[in-house]
């Protein structure tokens, strides 16, 4: 992938799968959708992503109304933060905790997927995509089972699986591996800050910016990195 692909500034590297309904890296349909067949032929389970490719500028929108408060803001635990309360790197970390930062979201990258069981929705149920959904007896407490024994088969893993001080676990967050971890290597800080630095010479209004770029390196360690 190219600096514009890895940072969401490009749309070249993912196409449009028709069912399930998402947007993903093209080398990601034939294993998506091997673990797609394999989790209705095993299990019964109806795999279906809420959330693949996502671009830099729907992730900036994401951001900024964190940062500003329109969209809830929450501490590590899950509590609603007052976004009016919180000082620059407070907002800052709180969002980290839960979302990424523009130009550095594995979304961009078309290689990770958010899924949900559709199978296991009761009537009306909107899924939220916390942990208790999928922990036991939470709703989707089968479809984590199958997944935690049936992943490695396809190339995805769980690159949240547990709490390394960054990003929260998301046991929903499946991401391909021979897409996935080229692109951490090539998502460097230099990448990310032209990401951030280009996007508001165009035009955007990026909340937190200067000190996001002053914590760039930093940000990078704590939340894209993998172990």
Request: charged fraction near 30%.
């Amino acid at each position: 992938m190219n600096a514009l692909e890895l940072t969401g500034r490009a749309r070249s590297h993912v196409v449009e799968l028709p069912e399930p309904r998402c947007t993903v890296h093209r080398d990601v349909v034939a294993p998506l959708l091997a673990l797609v067949a394999a989790a209705r032929a095993e299990a019964g389970i109806e795999l279906a992503p809420v959330s693949a490719f996502r671009d830099f500028e729907r992730q900036l929108r994401i951001w900024n109304e964190k940062y500003r408060g329109e969209r809830p803001l929450l501490d590590r635990s899950g509590r609603p933060l007052d976004a009016e309360l919180l000082g620059a790197d407070e907002r800052i970390d709180a969002i980290l905790a839960w979302s990424a930062l523009p130009g550095a979201s594995r979304h961009h990258w078309g290689s990770d997927i958010d899924v949900i069981d559709r199978a296991a929705l009761p009537a009306g149920y909107r899924p939220q995509l916390v942990p208790a959904e999928y922990a036991p007896g939470g709703v989707f407490a089968r479809l984590e089972d199958w997944l935690a024994g049936a992943l490695p088969r396809f190339g995805f893993y769980r690159p949240y699986a547990r709490d390394r001080g960054g990003v929260q676990p998301e046991p929903w967050h499946l991401s391909f591996g021979a897409v996935a971890r080229p692109a951490v290597a090539a998502l460097t800080v230099e990448v990310m800050r032209e990401a951030i630095e280009g996007a508001a010479n165009e035009g955007a209004v990026i909340e937190g910016k200067a000190r996001v770029l002053e914590r760039i390196g930093e940000i990078r360690a704590r939340y894209v990195e993998e172990e």
